[in-house]
């Protein structure tokens, strides 16, 4: 019954703006710790922000520190990822998740308890 589900992908040129939207259903994201991580071709998939539960404390990789800002709207069930001044090595697809047990400060994603399904962000001239 635990559902995220993606939003707010798409092509942006480097320099741009986008916000990722992840709804979720079943569950309460009040009570978990909810991650963004992306996956490029090629490459594992990595953590890029997440946030704690019952409180805004956020963690980020080096790589978006300073551009991307997670945030929780426990009204709406729903976390987003906005990310601004996106670069060509951002492109990947955008994964949430939820984790009742937490991420710890490097956003870890081995025993989470559901995923969404992905949003395609490319950032590309």
């Known amino acids: 019954q635990l559902q995220l589900v993606e939003s707010g992908g798409g092509l942006v040129q480097p320099g741009g703006s986008l916000r990722l939207s992840c709804a979720a259903s079943g569950f309460t994201i009040e009570r978990y710790a909810i991650g963004w991580f992306r996956q490029a071709p090629g490459k594992e998939r990595e953590g890029v922000s997440c946030i704690r539960s019952f409180d805004p404390i956020a963690d980020y990789a080096d790589s978006v520190k300073g551009r991307f800002t997670i945030s929780r709207d426990n009204a709406k069930n729903t976390v987003y990822l906005q990310m601004n001044n996106l670069e060509p090595e951002d492109t990947a697809v955008y994964y949430c998740?939820?984790?009742?047990?937490?991420?710890?400060?490097?956003?870890?994603?081995?025993?989470?308890?559901?995923w969404g399904k992905g949003t395609l962000v490319t950032v590309s001239s």
């Open positions: 998740a939820a984790d009742r047990g937490g991420m710890g400060s490097t956003c870890y994603y081995h025993d989470v308890d559901v």
